[in-house]
């Protein structure tokens, strides 16, 4: 019992990873479209609801919304769920990474005011997933390419102000050692 347990949760979390990252995809989605994308081949009653499930857990943390057009109901990611849908892209694409350097340092400035605290600790949070680290108070840097992954948070989650990407490959030698130190020991 306790076997079947785990498993049913442990199914149940992969697909809300999944729904996030269907949905990370596409504005919208018909939660019938939803369902066939997670189970195509499976009509049974047990994965319909373990979907249904985790479509309900996900709007519950406030991850996903309905939307209700005139003949189907949809589902989209809230700004919370696009987070979380980067930060599980990010933990795929870690397990990829590749081990060469290209010579560039990404640099990230982060200005997002006290006011906006958990914004910030959350994008913290996804900057050291990435590997970066701080250097200063508001500016991070790393040599993993994730400059793309942080450019479409940026874009998504509107902070066209509040985050600066760079991607350079000069950075005064005795920085770059202290960096090299710490990244290729």
Excluded at 15 to 27: A, G, Q, R, V
Excluded at 113 to 142: C, H, I
Aim: with cysteine; proline share 3%; charged share 30%.
């Amino acid at each position: 019992f306790i076997c079947d347990r785990m498993s049913n949760m442990s199914k149940s979390h992969d697909f809300s990873k999944k729904i996030l990252k269907i949905l990370s995809e596409k504005t919208a989605i018909s939660l019938p479209e939803i369902q066939k994308s997670i189970e195509p081949q499976s009509d049974s009653k047990k994965g319909a609801y373990a979907i249904t499930r985790s479509i309900k857990g996900l709007k519950e943390a406030g991850l996903i919304e309905n939307i209700h057009s005139g003949q189907k109901d949809y589902a989209r990611l809230t700004k919370e769920g696009k987070k979380k849908a980067h930060s599980i892209k990010l933990e795929s694409d870690t397990s990829r990474l590749n081990p060469s350097w290209d010579g560039k340092w990404r640099i990230i400035l982060l200005d997002l005011p006290e006011s906006r605290k958990n914004e910030r600790e959350s994008l913290r949070y996804l900057l050291k997933k990435a590997g970066f680290v701080m250097l200063k108070n508001s500016a991070w840097v790393s040599p993993y390419p994730f400059e793309h992954l942080f450019m479409n948070i940026k874009k998504d989650l509107g902070l066209t102000t509040e985050i600066m990407i760079v991607v350079t490959d000069h950075i005064d030698s005795e920085t770059e050692n202290i960096l090299v130190s710490q990244y290729f020991r």
